[in-house]
């Protein structure tokens, strides 16, 4: 049997108001379960909706008051939508008016999935015109030619170990150890 299970999130404890307008909207839907908390909805972990999504299983129904409720990002809305959809579980908003059982409700996802895509596809874009336009390079400095030379002197003198060649020069291990292959260096 199929259950529907309603999840109510204000973002601060002063918002009781909010959530007692909320629960009783969706007392109107009859739900199994109902799970509430007062948290940012810019969290990626919030422990009730946790808990409510664990709870629901093929052909149930997230009901929500509205969308903000459940995210305050697109990306991450749609990243739930996503696994609602994938798990075969449905999402009822009351403000909005949608239900992914109907033909509208799951064009609604399906816009929201293109426009979340758009989005990231545009950031990725302007992110690389403006590295290309720039004169600053990513990543960390490279390593300057002098302690390059005393760590490879310090490996080949075979006396100290990757761990205190690291230490002496003020890199990690893994430097050394690059610095050593692109060297062509071995040790026995």
Excluded: W
């Excluded at 009781?16 to 940012?40: C, H, N, T, W, Y």
């Excluded at 006396?159 to 062509?184: D, P, R, W």
């Amino acid at each position: 049997m199929t259950k529907t299970i309603g999840y109510i999130r204000t973002s601060k404890n002063n918002q009781d108001l909010g959530l007692e307008v909320q629960r009783r909207a969706l007392e109107k839907f009859e739900p199994d379960e109902l799970f509430s908390e007062q948290i940012s909805g810019r969290k990626e972990h919030r422990t009730e909706l946790d808990k409510a999504l664990k709870r629901l299983e093929k052909g149930d129904t997230l009901l929500i008051y509205n969308l903000a409720r459940l995210s305050r990002s697109s990306r991450q809305l749609v990243n739930l939508m996503s696994e609602l959809n994938e798990k075969e579980i449905y999402l009822k908003s009351i403000q909005e008016s949608i239900d992914t059982r109907t033909a509208s409700g799951r064009l609604f996802f399906t816009v929201l999935a293109g426009i979340a895509e758009f989005e990231a596809e545009s950031i990725s874009i302007r992110t690389k015109e403006a590295l290309a336009n720039t004169d600053r390079t990513l990543g960390r400095p490279p390593i300057k030619q002098s302690k390059r030379k005393k760590i490879i002197v310090l490996y080949k003198g075979n006396q100290l170990s990757l761990k205190e060649i690291a230490k002496k020069c003020g890199v990690s291990e893994k430097t050394v150890y690059n610095i050593a292959k692109k060297e062509g260096l071995s040790r026995k």
